[in-house]
Structures are given as C-alpha cells and as structure tokens.
T-cell receptor, first 115, second 113 residues
Framework: EAGVAQSPRYKIIEKRQSVAFWCNPI?????LYWYQQILGQGPKLLIQ????????DSQLPKDRFSAERLKGVDSTLKIQPAKLEDSAVYLC?????????????FGPGTRLTVT | GNSVTQMEGPVTLSEEAFLTINCTYT??????LFWYVQYPGEGLQLLLK?????DKGSNKGFEATYRKETTSFHLEKGSVQVSDSAVYFC????????????FGTGTRLQVTL
C-alpha cells in the first residue's frame, strides 16, 4: 500500500513570495491533516479535512495560509506572502476517518526555508 | 488547555542500555495517548498507543503505561539498539476533538555501539 505522498520535499523562497505544497493521501482515507513542525517543536495542526469539508482550521493563519481539498482526495496548502517565521516542515497526514480509533499516517514532509 | 511535556534531549545511550523517555500531559478531558517515532529522513510513524487509564501500549520492544494518577505516559525499552536512534514524540488526543493530535517537543535518542 502506497503511503502519503508530498511534494516538493524541499523549498527555499524569499520572504513575501508565495509557495504551495501538495499532498496525496492514502487511497480511501477520508480525513486529511496538515501540520506545521517548527525546528525544535512538535507538529502543530493547521487544518483538518473530512472528505472535502473543513473540520478544524482554528490554528491556520488565514491571512496568509489557505488550503483546499478538491474532490476529497489531493490537497494543497498555500502560503502567500511568506514570512521568515514560516520556515518549518509541513507534514501531511491521512486517516480512514476521524476519531481516536483511526491511526494517522504521515508523509515525509516538505521542508520550507524562508530567507 | 491541552499540552504534552517531554524530557529534553538528546538522550545518548550505549547499545543494550535501558531507555526511559518521560512524558507528562495536561488535558481538559480524558485523552488517548500516543508515542510517535521519526527516523532520519522519514515521516512520523505511530509506535504505540493507550486509550484509557492503566492501559499498556507496546510495540517493537517499547512499552508505555497510561498513568492517570500521575498524568504520565513514559516510554521504556529494556535494551536499545542502534536502529532505535530517532526522534520520539509523545502526543494526545481528546475524544470529540475530531482526533486532533497535540504533540510534545520530541526527544532525540542516539544509540551508540
């Protein structure tokens, strides 16, 4: 079974530029998550989708971050414009459903460096 | 609010040594508790979990017991191997929060020969 795919793996941009990350979850997984992991910290949930609807985006900085999951499969996370503090690893995860009984499977992450 | 506190790393051990990584939590309800592991260059993987008090999660020789009275979920392994070198994250989720995971800061383990 293929795992969660993310691209690109690495991205370097200058502040005020825009960037987009892509995630392809495990086939059949209804729930998709985006986490931000700043160096030295644990991952922090940015947004959670159930199919193509948003379940939780309370920690998404909506003035610069946006995410979509068209057709309830792939997802993109965009930052526009980027700030220095956005340098982090962006992790995508998916699960069959939402709830504590469903394991979240993580992709390898996209490492973003903002200069 | 909900939070997870882990012991700071890095933890450096010789092969076959005993491992303990401390984890304590604060939660407004009754959490499920998890340990995730991140090997170099790879994504996070679920190592073990426990969903109620006194449950013991175990996998690959690692184990952790959900202690409600001390709000702890310490990770232990009797004999570590070089291949166990990784970053370990303690995490919790609350029933009814749509499975949102709250992570600790991670503890890096380095095992040497």
């Amino acid at each position: 079974e293929a795992g969660v795919a993310q691209s690109p793996r690495y991205k370097i941009i200058e502040k005020r530029q825009s960037v987009a990350f892509w995630c392809n979850p495990i086939s059949g997984h209804a729930t998709l998550y985006w986490y931000q992991q700043i160096l030295g910290q644990g991952p922090k949930l940015l947004i959670q989708f159930q199919n193509n609807g948003v379940v939780d985006d309370s920690q998404l900085p909506k003035d610069r971050f946006s995410a979509e999951r068209l057709k309830g499969v792939d997802s993109t996370l965009k930052i526009q414009p980027a700030k220095l503090e956005d340098s982090a690893v962006y992790l995508c995860a998916s699960s069959l459903g939402h709830g504590t009984s469903y394991e979240q499977y993580f992709g390898p992450g996209t490492r973003l460096t903002v200069t | 609010g909900n939070s997870v506190t882990q012991m700071e790393g890095p933890v450096t051990l010789s092969e076959e040594a005993f491992l303990t990584i401390n984890c304590t939590y604060t939660a407004t309800g009754y959490p499920s508790l998890f340990w995730y592991v991140q090997y170099p260059g790879e994504g996070l993987q679920l190592l073990l979990k426990a969903t109620k008090a006194d449950d013991k999660g175990s996998n690959k020789g690692f184990e952790a017991t959900y202690r409600k009275e001390t709000t702890s979920f310490h990770l232990e392994k009797g004999s570590v191997q070089v291949s166990d070198s990784a970053v370990y994250f303690c995490a919790l989720t609350l029933t009814g929060t749509a499975s949102k995971l709250t992570f600790g800061t991670g503890t890096r383990l380095q095992v040497t020969l």
